[in-house]
DNA sequence: CTAAAACCGGAGATTCTTCCTCCATTTTCG
DNA sequence: CGAAAATGGAGGAAGAATCTCCGGTTTTAG
């Protein structure tokens, strides 16, 4: 494999560039990852085509934006590896996750959804995975997690709360739901 | 008012009528109450001008789907109020309502959705409403279901079944939820 | 400073989907 | 049988989203 010189982008470019991610977080995160690109070229405040140019389709926005998103969660499955108190650690974690979610469509996609060929976000993937069960088996040894609690339990629970969230009842609903959970799987 | 004369439709409309009712139940359950017409039309086996003639438009023929699942529905709750066992009547109820929102998409709509103008699908609810909310406070004056336990908690309940079910894992995935859920409302 | 190269933006062609109507043909019923 | 009622499918209207063309502008290098 020879290094390939990639010739620097002008320094318009990369500012565009920049912009056209934090408006793709903001609109995916409010719209879900099918969002029309249109919009995030108008939060950018840039032109149409100039997205185009950036990013060839939608699924190169989609993984730049994923990719941070993933670090996010990545920092909160660390955390609650690293909490004092298994169950606070534990209920901490999930909270943090539903609140993630609350503010932002994209983190169920970004556990369930597959990404054929985003190797980055895979490898994310298995260390947010790694913490998770880090998590989880110290809460069960410590005794204060049901037992029969798994990795996918927590999908489960994270598409439970998508539907809640993205209902257009009362913004706080999916609190109650969040403590309803808790309450489920405390041993 | 004056009685209106209402002319008999001719046999073969009544026919279509009730083909284009039972396409739209199952058209209606499988992709939601915004699937295309289209799609009712052809399940039915009849043209789409025939199905604007005999409901003039979308609204008409929701409102029909959902009186018909309105009745079912208001059965679940009656057969809990009347169970034995309160406990048992109201987890039956649930189960029972996971498990028609499972085979029907249109079940949340009919509880959350806001119908205008259609008086007996509002009648319907109220009955339900009614019901259902005597086999709560039966469960919980029995102390087997926790006592903070509100009517618009079923709603959460059934958002989040939807969030499950909706997604394109394990079919069988919202039964773990149903699970959770009872395990956290119990007493 | 100047000109080439890179970049920008938005109009609009394209495709897709759904809705709904027109009207020639078929079916029902007295 | 014949008039009235009903049917079905083609196709126009409307809206949404994708992606490209190209005239004009900004950056960069010599």
Request: glycine fraction near 4%; charged fraction near 25%; proline fraction near 4%.
């Amino acid at each position: 494999m020879l290094a390939d010189a990639v010739k620097p982008l002008r320094k318009d470019a990369v500012r565009n560039h920049a912009l056209i991610l934090a408006a793709a977080q903001e609109v995916f995160a409010e719209q879900g990852l099918d969002a029309p690109l249109e919009d995030v070229a108008r939060r950018a405040g840039i032109g149409i085509a100039t997205l185009y140019r950036r990013f060839p389709g939608r699924q190169e926005l989609v993984e730049a934006v994923l990719t941070a998103k993933a670090h996010e969660y990545l920092t909160a499955a660390c955390d609650a590896m690293h909490a004092d108190d298994p169950w606070l650690g534990f209920s901490g974690y999930i909270e943090k996750i539903f609140e993630l979610q609350a503010a932002d469509q994209t983190i169920t996609d970004l556990l369930t959804l597959s990404l054929p060929k985003c190797a980055n976000i895979i490898a994310l993937r298995a260390q947010i995975s790694a913490a998770q069960q880090a998590v989880i088996s110290r809460a069960i040894t410590a005794g204060v997690l049901r037992d029969d609690f798994v990795a996918d339990d927590v999908i489960v629970l994270l598409l439970a709360h998508r539907g809640v969230v993205q209902s257009n009842g009362p913004p706080d609903a999916w609190r109650r739901l969040l403590r309803f959970s808790l309450d489920a799987v405390r041993a």
